[in-house]
């Protein structure tokens, strides 16, 4: 009845979050402002600024380090994320494929494109790309997370389920991970246990909207709506 009725939300790992953001934009705007011609600096604030979710201050800084140092592979990629973000994935794809034909073994680029063909529902050439991450970097907790969750939008449950498994043994403080799982055990009948993994997920961020979303959800299918 549940699933009839409503939408889980899952979660791509987009980013890896960063709780000393707050500390790497004041450090880089100081560095920035020292040396405005200087493409890494604009990068590095164009990043953090992501990661705080400022997104539109990002693309600026990002923009800059592509004008001052056009084969600038990490400003590629952050850019492409930042209008991941923003959810122009036509204007994002170009600055993943330029940031690999840079560095063609560049892990966080091939993660980033990938991602965003999961988006685009091209789904076994995002599979290559977080294949190709892993043989780079076979301990990659996101490249294993979102290839995961490209299996479970295929509705490929068990093998999903494993490869958030596989990566919360890597790194068990990624919220994205316990969400879904949460959603692999609802969609198969188990929400008690979703409704344990999704808890897990707003005991890392309280503030996780796909979490309370899920839950929410999870808790009304148990008949727990005062909850």
Same mark, same amino acid.
């Given at each position: 009845?549940?699933?009839? $009725?409503?939408? +889980?939300? &899952?979660? $791509?790992?987009?980013?890896?979050?960063?709780?000393?953001?707050?500390?790497?934009?004041?450090?880089?705007?100081?560095?920035?402002?020292?040396?405005?011609?200087?493409?890494?600096?604009?990068?590095?604030?164009?990043?953090? +600024?992501?990661?705080?979710?400022?997104?539109?201050?990002?693309?600026?800084?990002?923009?800059?380090? +592509?004008?001052?140092?056009?084969?600038?592979?990490?400003?590629?990629?952050?850019?492409?994320?930042?209008?991941?973000?923003?959810?122009?994935?036509?204007?994002?794809?170009?600055? &993943?494929?330029?940031?690999?034909?840079?560095?063609?073994? &560049?892990?966080?680029?091939?993660?980033?494109?990938? /991602?965003?063909?999961?988006?685009?529902?091209? =789904?076994?050439?995002? &599979? /290559?790309?977080?294949?190709?991450?892993?043989?780079?970097?076979? /301990?990659?907790?996101?490249?294993?997370?979102?290839?995961?969750?490209?299996?479970? =939008?295929?509705?490929?449950?068990?093998?999903? =389920?494993?490869?958030?498994?596989?990566?919360?043994?890597?790194?068990?403080?990624?919220?994205?991970?316990?969400?879904?799982?949460?959603?692999?055990?609802?969609?198969?009948?188990?929400?008690?246990?979703?409704?344990?993994?999704?808890?897990?997920?707003?005991?890392?961020?309280?503030?996780?909207?796909?979490?309370?979303?899920?839950?929410?959800?999870? $808790?009304?299918?148990?008949?727990?709506?005062?909850?």
């Amino acid at each position: 009845g549940l699933l009839g $009725l409503v939408v +889980l939300l &899952f979660s $791509l790992w987009t980013y890896e979050r960063n709780t000393v953001w707050k500390d790497r934009v004041t450090f880089w705007k100081d560095c920035v402002a020292k040396s405005p011609g200087k493409a890494r600096p604009h990068n590095n604030l164009g990043k953090a +600024l992501l990661d705080k979710g400022e997104i539109e201050n990002a693309v600026v800084h990002l923009k800059e380090a +592509l004008r001052i140092k056009p084969d600038f592979g990490d400003a590629h990629s952050n850019l492409g994320n930042a209008l991941l973000k923003q959810g122009d994935i036509d204007a994002a794809l170009p600055h &993943f494929q330029e940031a690999l034909r840079i560095r063609p073994n &560049f892990p966080d680029a091939l993660i980033s494109l990938g /991602t965003a063909l999961v988006k685009l529902g091209r =789904m076994e050439e995002a &599979f /290559t790309r977080f294949r190709q991450a892993l043989q780079i970097e076979p /301990t990659n907790a996101e490249a294993i997370s979102n290839l995961g969750g490209g299996l479970l =939008m295929q509705g490929r449950f068990e093998e999903a =389920m494993e490869l958030f498994q596989k990566a919360l043994r890597i790194n068990p403080h990624i919220p994205e991970l316990y969400v879904n799982l949460g959603i692999v055990s609802a969609l198969k009948g188990g929400l008690n246990a979703a409704i344990g993994h999704f808890n897990k997920a707003l005991a890392i961020d309280p503030s996780y909207p796909e979490a309370h979303y899920n839950l929410a959800l999870a $808790l009304y299918g148990l008949g727990r709506i005062e909850e």
